[in-house]
């Protein structure tokens, strides 16, 4: 049985004049990670800002068609970004932790969503945050020290912490390993399988290595059309479609 976290239909997204999605449906389940795969430029990055609303923040940007979160419009005028966004995190392709203490990374999100009720409280949410990105261990005893000190990987799932500590539904993730090393993208890679029990989870990927590894279903984009849609074990043995056969065979990409 599926339960659908995210409904998409009909979308399209420009840029000014110029069309970078076109017409894409797709449902994205709980406990499921999603792969978005396809050739440089085909509009992954696009439609993954679509879901939550992060195109919003790019001038000439526009979205026509529905995106519905458990049933409801996210693009309704109803529908606060800013909490929308909490609902729906991201973690982007270079770590971006704030310039501040690795505590109060964390602690930032909780604190402007008023989520804790005091320090006791946050310092659960802190450490409970840590605890899911794998990260508590190594930084327990330095919470006081710049995020920024830390490595690309632990940077990363800093981030990743970030984007849980507001207890989020969904986590999409924009080629999430791309700046780190083989041992550090291994790492996240368990760290998405573990946080799909809690998020749906959608990741932008350039390898599909990783996508094969890490997703249960997988999208493939072409020139801002999802050619196919499926189960990944499906779409990398016996795809439907000629155009994403070439490509999982690496004949265009
Ligand atoms: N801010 C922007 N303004 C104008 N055009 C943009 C913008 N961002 C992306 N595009 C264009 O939209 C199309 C889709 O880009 P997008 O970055 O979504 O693709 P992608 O599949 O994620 O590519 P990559 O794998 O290289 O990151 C491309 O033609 C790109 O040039």
């Known amino acids: 049985m599926t339960d659908i976290k995210l409904q998409a239909r009909n979308v399209d997204v420009y840029y000014g004049q110029?069309?970078?999605i076109d017409?894409?449906?797709?449902?994205?389940d709980n406990g499921l990670v999603t792969a978005f795969i396809g050739p440089s430029g085909c509009g992954k990055s696009t439609f993954l800002r679509s879901l939550n609303r992060m195109n919003d923040t790019i001038a000439d940007a526009r979205v026509t068609g529905e995106i519905l979160l458990d049933g409801e419009d996210i693009y309704a005028?109803?529908?606060d970004p800013v909490a929308l966004r909490a609902r729906v995190g991201m973690v982007f392709q270079k770590?971006?932790?704030?310039p501040k203490s690795i505590y109060e990374n964390i602690a930032y999100g909780p604190r402007i969503h008023g989520l804790a009720q005091g320090k006791a409280d946050m310092d659960v949410?802190?450490?409970?945050?840590?605890?899911?990105a794998g990260l508590w261990n190594e930084v327990k005893d330095r919470?006081?020290?710049?995020?920024?000190?830390?490595?690309?990987?632990?940077?990363?799932?800093?981030?990743?912490?970030?984007?849980?500590?507001?207890?989020p539904e969904v986590i999409l993730?924009?080629?999430?390993?791309?700046?780190?090393d083989p041992i550090a993208t291994a790492r996240i890679e368990e760290l998405i399988d573990d946080l799909r029990q809690t998020y749906a989870i959608v990741?932008?990927?350039?390898?599909?290595?990783?996508?094969?590894r890490v997703s249960q279903r997988t999208a493939f984009f072409h020139l801002g059309v999802m050619v196919e849609y499926g189960e990944t074990s499906e779409i990398f043995t016996n795809p439907r479609e000629a155009r994403t056969k070439d490509y999982i065979t690496g004949r265009y990409g």
Not at 125 to 132: A, C, G
């Open 23 to 28: 017409n894409v449906s797709i449902d994205i």
């Open 173 to 180: 993730m924009d080629e999430p390993c791309s700046a780190l």
């Open 95 to 98: 770590p971006n932790p704030f």
């Open 125 to 132: 949410i802190v450490e409970k945050s840590l605890t899911q």
């Open 18 to 20: 110029k069309k970078a």
């Open 77 to 79: 005028a109803s529908m």
């Open 203 to 212: 990741i932008v990927t350039h390898s599909m290595q990783q996508a094969a």
């Open 143 to 167: 919470l006081n020290d710049p995020g920024t000190a830390l490595s690309g990987g632990q940077q990363q799932r800093l981030c990743i912490a970030r984007a849980v500590a507001v207890s």
